[in-house]
């Protein structure tokens, strides 16, 4: 495999014991080559990440991988074994497990029935769940996992989750594990905690595949790590050499790119003003309580906290999407505490959600109808009472020039898109037609760098033109960065208030979970 001559580049694997080898990949979909002679060697016992933009040819590699596409030519080899996968009930055979970015449990089972569940033990043809437990508890014990086998997994926080997603696959026997974006949700003690779960699942022979797009968190539990440009292998970097700004170098050829944002945009013009906001949740529970808060033009007002203490239920409530129990919510002096989604849409109100594919877009709907999404009354996508398919198209071309989404065309659907261009059609969709207030939840998840560097700006250029933004981020270095004020909440209240210039990632850490308050506290 042919390598840059980079700092930190590192030489092959090829002469230690591996437990995958990929040989001269290539997958090609219509119009698109995803994987161009893309070659990998991982050391069996290793933690080894894959790295590059979106649209690189990560997920599509690792679909590969796990059984759910083909390679149009090239090799798969499983310690040392040719390997030819029709589904992922072959790959799960071979010993090869995945865990997802999003994850596929049920709330209302326990640990126990997501683990078992597709894979239920029996004993003379009745549920076994007596071996399951102790099967499980034994797993938990090896890998320090810390299951409560009875609990409900609708009752466990976000690290304890992806947890028994690790369990799962380790249930069914998995040898190599696939992890795609594990700390894309965590906060940075949960991080820590997952690492240590990595560590001892090296320790007992395991490999794993580490995808993710935060470069310090690569270099920090890494092995090695392999770069992929554009389908194609540009290199493998040595992790104790080279430092996040040179991956990222290899990755896009630029400097890794910084949040940061200092000038002093804020105006004294009061935009959302929300007072008392209390929302009640099942059995009259109350899941946000008593929030007041006021946004100005020009000011980005981050909210930090564990995923799961409200910032969701925060969202439907200033969309319209959730009523409210009390409290009221007014846009540039209007009270909107009544109004439907649709009327504070019309009013100005932009929404990037947390789940770009489930509340975002359309999948099977082409680029041009999801430019359409949520904006069926507002020029240029209507022309009287008709929607106007010429307009529309034509603001999609300039969305995806300005926006730099990289597509074949605007009539290819959502799904043909990766992951961060997905996001950044979504991000010129919102910015589109002068909203005075954007609401971005997790903007930049599951981005790449480079990506990611693009929405800051475009979220900066916004906020200097005199848009209020709303931040919620998992990113606590983003939230840092971007914002001109920082509020924690926890279990549905504000706990600390901080300012950015001086609080720390682990002081907003420490809030977030109650070990204390955030630095900088006002």
Request: aromatic share 4%; charged share 25%.
């Amino acid at each position: 495999m042919s390598q840059p001559d980079h700092p930190g580049t590192a030489g092959s694997p090829a002469g230690s014991e591996l437990a995958i080898e990929v040989r001269g990949v290539t997958k090609r979909f219509p119009g698109v080559i995803a994987n161009a002679n893309v070659n990998i060697a991982v050391r069996r016992g290793t933690v080894h990440a894959i790295v590059g933009e979106n649209g690189a040819g990560k997920s599509t590699l690792m679909k590969m991988l796990y059984g759910m596409q083909r390679p149009d030519e090239g090799e798969i080899r499983i310690d040392g074994k040719p390997v030819t996968f029709s589904s992922p009930s072959d790959a799960i055979a071979a010993g090869v497990g995945m865990v997802h970015q999003h994850f596929m449990l049920a709330d209302n089972f326990t640990v126990l029935e997501n683990i078992v569940l597709g894979s239920e033990p029996t004993a003379r043809g009745a549920l076994n769940f007596g071996a399951a437990r102790r099967r499980i508890t034994e797993l938990s014990r090896t890998y320090g996992l810390d299951l409560e086998p009875d609990a409900l997994v609708e009752h466990l926080g976000v690290g304890d989750r992806q947890r028994v997603e690790i369990a799962k696959v380790l249930y069914r026997g998995a040898r190599l594990l696939i992890l795609d974006e594990p700390t894309a949700v965590l906060v940075p003690h949960e991080v820590e905690e997952l690492f240590q779960n990595l560590r001892e699942l090296k320790n007992e022979g395991l490999t794993i595949l580490f995808i993710s797009h935060k470069l310090d968190e690569v270099i920090s539990v890494a092995d090695d790590i392999t770069v992929i440009r554009r389908g194609r292998t540009v290199g493998t970097a040595n992790p104790r050499s080279i430092t996040p700004r040179q991956l990222a170098e290899m990755m896009v050829g630029s400097e890794l790119p910084s949040p940061e944002t200092r000038s002093d945009t804020v105006s004294d013009r009061t935009v959302l003003s929300v007072q008392g906001l209390t929302v009640t949740g099942d059995g009259g529970r109350k899941v946000l309580d008593n929030l007041s808060f006021d946004i100005h033009a020009g000011e980005i007002y981050g909210i930090a906290g564990v995923e799961g203490n409200g910032q969701s239920e925060l969202v439907e409530a200033l969309m319209g999407i959730r009523p409210i129990a009390a409290g009221s919510i007014t846009l540039n002096d209007r009270d909107i505490s009544a109004a439907s989604t649709r009327n504070r849409r019309l009013a100005g109100v932009g929404y990037i959600p947390e789940d770009r594919q489930r509340q975002g877009l359309l999948l099977e709907a082409t680029l041009w109808e999801n430019r359409v999404l949520g904006h069926s009354e507002s020029a240029p996508n209507v022309r009287g009472p008709l929607i106007d398919r010429a307009g529309a198209r034509r603001d999609t071309e300039r969305i995806v020039s300005e926006f730099d989404v990289r597509t074949p065309g605007i009539d290819v659907p959502a799904l043909a898109l990766s992951g961060g261009n997905q996001q950044k059609l979504i991000v010129g969709r919102e910015l589109s037609g002068d909203p005075v207030l954007l609401i971005a939840s997790q903007p930049t998840r599951g981005v790449d760098v480079g990506a990611q560097a693009a929405i800051w700006d475009h979220v900066r250029r916004a906020r200097a033109a005199g848009l209020a933004v709303l931040l919620i981020s998992a990113d606590l270095e983003e939230l840092i960065g971007m914002s001109d004020s920082i509020r924690v909440i926890l279990r549905g209240r504000f706990v600390a208030e901080a300012d950015p210039a001086t609080v720390t990632a682990e002081d907003l850490g420490a809030a977030m979970t109650g070990a204390g308050a955030a630095a900088g506290a006002a």
